[in-house]
Nanobody, 126 residues
Framework: QVQLIESGGGLMQPGGSLRLSCAAS????????VGWFRQAPGKEREFVSA???????YYADSVKGRFTISRDNIKNFVYLQMNSLKPEDTAVYYC????????????????????WGQGTQVTVSS
């Protein structure tokens, strides 16, 4: 069974930085697409960023230029470096991956992703 455990969330002032980590267990992440979603209070879960198995990277327009996704296939980790944080980045952030290897569907939809972590809270406030 694949497990994803996020960490690194917390309270940060606007303009600050945080680095989220996602530890994957149960199998390697090599050859699988991985990504991040977030959900703010009262809003639907939304796509943040993804690295598909081929290495192509995607970002939501709202985070482009500020967030950077990366993966370490040896350590089995996925990271999200978040810079220039804004209050509207406040949300629970979820790490995701797929069940099938070499699969890249519609990355910005929740339906593509089979495994979800429990989430880590990010709060941006002064």
């Amino acid at each position: 069974q694949v497990q994803l455990i996020e960490s690194g969330g917390g309270l940060m002032q606007p303009g600050g930085s945080l680095r989220l980590s996602c530890a994957a267990s149960g199998r390697t992440i090599n050859s699988y697409s991985v990504g991040w979603f977030r959900q703010a209070p009262g809003k639907e879960r939304e796509f943040v960023s993804a690295i598909v198995w081929s290495g192509t990277i995607y970002y939501a327009d709202s985070v482009k230029g500020r967030f950077t996704i990366s993966r370490d296939n040896i350590k089995n980790f996925v990271y999200l470096q978040m810079n220039s944080l804004k209050p509207e980045d406040t949300a629970v952030y979820y790490c995701v991956t797929t069940r099938r290897p070499y699969y890249s569907g519609v990355h910005y939809t929740t339906g593509m992703w089979d495994y979800w972590g429990q989430g880590t809270q990010v709060t941006v406030s002064s």
